[in-house]
Nanobody, 121 residues
């Protein structure tokens, strides 16, 4: 069984910074990709940052230049450094991972429980 556990959310003033972390544990052969999504009430979950996985990371345009995604493959973790936060970044942030649990298995998708980020003065 695979678990994704997020940490690092909270309340921050506009212009401030937060760093989210997500650790994957359990029966893992290889993590094919780790991403961050966010969701606000009444809206669909939105991909915020993807990768990097053997190449460049991808960011939704509204966060490009302010957010940075990074991975620690040895620890099966992914981080999201969020700088210059704005009120519109307020959301529940979810970690997402595509994981192969053994060499010949399909790649399955897993989600963390979500962590609240609130940007407000």
């Amino acid at each position: 069984q695979v678990q994704l556990v997020e940490s690092g959310g909270g309340l921050v003033q506009p212009g401030g910074s937060l760093r989210l972390s997500c650790a994957a544990s359990g029966s893992i052969f290889r993590i094919e990709g780790m991403n961050w999504y966010r969701q606000t009430p009444g809206k669909e979950r939105e991909l915020v940052a993807a990768g990097p996985s053997g190449g460049s990371a991808w960011y939704v345009s509204s966060v490009e230049g302010r957010f940075t995604i990074s991975r620690d493959n040895a620890k099966n973790t992914v981080h999201l450094q969020m700088n210059s936060l704005k009120a519109e970044d307020t959301a529940v942030y979810y970690c997402n991972a595509r994981i192969r649990i053994y060499a010949l298995s399909d790649v399955n998708e897993y989600w963390g429980q979500g962590t609240q980020v609130t940007v407000s003065s």
